[in-house]
């Protein structure tokens, strides 16, 4: 079975064979998702085009087929590496969302420390010492402690 689908792709020409192994590696990409074999794929596509349109030894076929794969994968890889990419989402990350909030604080803060209600959740805060009732403004946040300054 396997034979005879050999002799059939053989029997198509080399710029075919080269169109089906691209169609195959873009296939494979499905089976097997890892934004590789894709690239590969149509360096093969592309390669199958030249071959039609050029009469290419298949010494000449394979050296464009690997210098195609290396350039798609590097050029893929350069555009992964290099795009900008968003901020990373709050959601989820209460506390990056607390950020230049503002809040009056219940109890006073002491000796440097104290706690903030923000919401439904209760803050551990640092900054100057401030007496109860007094608005404050969330300036950074460092693991679970809010560091604060007065509004």
């Known amino acids: 079975m396997i034979t005879q ?16 192994a691209g169609l195959v590696l873009a296939g494979a990409e499905i089976l097997a998702p890892g934004v ?5 794929g149509l360096a093969a596509l ?3 085009l030249a071959a039609a349109a050029l009469p290419l030894p298949w010494q000449g076929q394979a050296l464009l087929f690997a210098g195609l794969a290396v350039g798609f994968v590097a050029v893929a890889a ?23 909030r503002e809040g009056v604080l219940d109890a006073p803060i002491v000796q440097g420390a104290g706690c903030i209600r923000f919401d439904d959740t209760l803050w551990r805060i640092e900054g100057p010492d401030l007496p109860a009732g007094v608005r404050v403004r969330v300036i950074a946040v460092g693991g679970t402690i809010l560091q604060v300054e007065a509004a």
Request: cysteine-free.
């Open 5 to 20: 689908v050999l002799d059939a792709v053989a029997a198509l020409g080399p710029a075919w064979s080269w169109v089906i």
């Open 78 to 100: 350069r555009l992964q590496r290099g795009g900008a990419r968003p901020p990373a989402p709050a959601l989820n990350r209460a506390d990056r969302g607390l950020i230049g």
């Open 46 to 48: 592309a390669t199958g």
């Open 36 to 40: 590789f074999l894709i690239w590969l």
